[in-house]
């Protein structure tokens, strides 16, 4: 089976304001742009960066504040890129101005965090999601539909890793604390979501870490136990590339995710015997974060204010397990006081 899904659909009127240009803002507005969704301004912290970014990919206004961006009359909705310590307080200020928000994972830097933002977001009547885009993919759709199908049976076990080689530089955002650094927010968010969207929410947690000599965690291992009884298995890093592939093992089938799994890729479903019964290769024009944009949109448009694919207080409460992961390897953010 082969996926061709077209990006191409008429946009639902939303106009999209940028709010940091750093790597991730790129890749979203490229592929914004490749949906032919309508991005109308970009903030930075420099007048210079706004003006470079507002000038690549064709926006009209570059705002030299963040604080501007927000007050952008003709923005609807703000797609938060910046560090992970400075997510809450951005996404709050556009919240306060009447904007929805797309929210870049991790969520926030804690659960506390979290929650205020679910809750500014209730309060003003407005959309707040996180911008896990790998659930939104098609190959991820079509997981979901084969699970639900029971073509896997019971799911007793999920593997995943997310592990890479990026830096060990003491000074990269990655290795520094007070910017949220360490693997488990940065990439092990994407297993760890992953889980919890195959196998729900974890009873028991149990997590290893080696720290850089910053204390920011540079490797995280975990172990999940869940409601159904099945185990679940993660693995992140920041220091070592490694296959990045994900399994789901059931008793009828399993579904083997190839390398990047949490891109757009293809897998197959196999029976005990070894027998390909499903073969899914996924062909799309982009790196694949529009998806997730389409699906604010959507909302939006339907007059819903929260998802089906990754609810609120879904993101919420997958923040809690990353603060559970935390307390067990001894990592703490300066702002955790």
């Known amino acids: 089976m082969t996926d061709s899904t077209s990006t191409a659909i008429p946009h639902a009127g939303l106009r999209w304001g ?18 032919g969704r309508e991005i109308v301004a970009v903030g930075s912290r420099s007048d210079e960066s706004a003006a470079a970014f507002a000038a690549e990919y064709g926006i009209p206004r570059g705002h030299g504040s963040y604080e501007a961006l927000v007050a952008d009359p003709e923005v609807d909705i703000v797609y938060v890129a910046t560090p992970h310590h400075a ?29 205020a933002l679910r809750d500014l977001g209730a309060d003003a009547g407005v959309l707040v999601m996180e911008a896990m885009w790998t659930r939104y993919l098609p190959h991820m759709v079509r997981i979901r539909e084969i699970i639900a199908a029971g073509t896997l049976g019971e799911v007793r076990t999920v593997f995943a890793d997310h592990t890479q080689r990026i830096s060990d530089d003491p000074s990269h955002r990655l290795n520094d604390l007070a910017l949220g650094g360490g693997a488990l927010l940065d990439l092990g968010i994407y297993p760890v979501s992953f889980v919890w969207d195959v196998l729900g929410e974890p009873a028991q947690v149990h997590a290893l870490a080696r720290l850089a000599e910053t204390g920011a965690d540079a490797e995280v291992a975990t172990v999940m136990t869940h409601a159904s009884g099945a185990v679940s298995t993660t693995v992140s890093s920041s220091r070592a590339a490694g296959p990045n592939t994900a399994h789901i093992v059931g008793t009828e089938a399993r579904i083997e995710i190839d390398g990047v799994w949490y891109a757009a890729t293809g897998f197959r479903v196999i029976a005990p015997d070894g027998a390909v019964l499903e073969e899914y290769r996924s062909e799309i024009d982009s790196r694949g974060m529009q998806f997730q944009a389409l699906e604010a ?13 990754l609810p609120i207080a879904e993101t919420v409460a997958i923040m809690g397990t990353l603060d559970e992961i935390r307390r067990q390897i001894g990592v703490r953010y300066p702002q955790e006081g």
């Open 18 to 35: 940028i709010l940091a240009t750093g790597g991730i803002a790129h890749a979203f507005a490229r592929d914004l742009r490749t949906a």
């Open 87 to 115: 997510h809450k307080d951005a996404a709050a200020s556009a919240i306060q101005h009447g904007k929805h928000v797309l929210v870049e994972k991790a969520f926030t830097l804690t659960r506390d965090e979290a929650v």
């Open 297 to 309: 949109e959507a909302l939006v448009a339907a007059g819903r204010t929260d998802g089906d694919v």
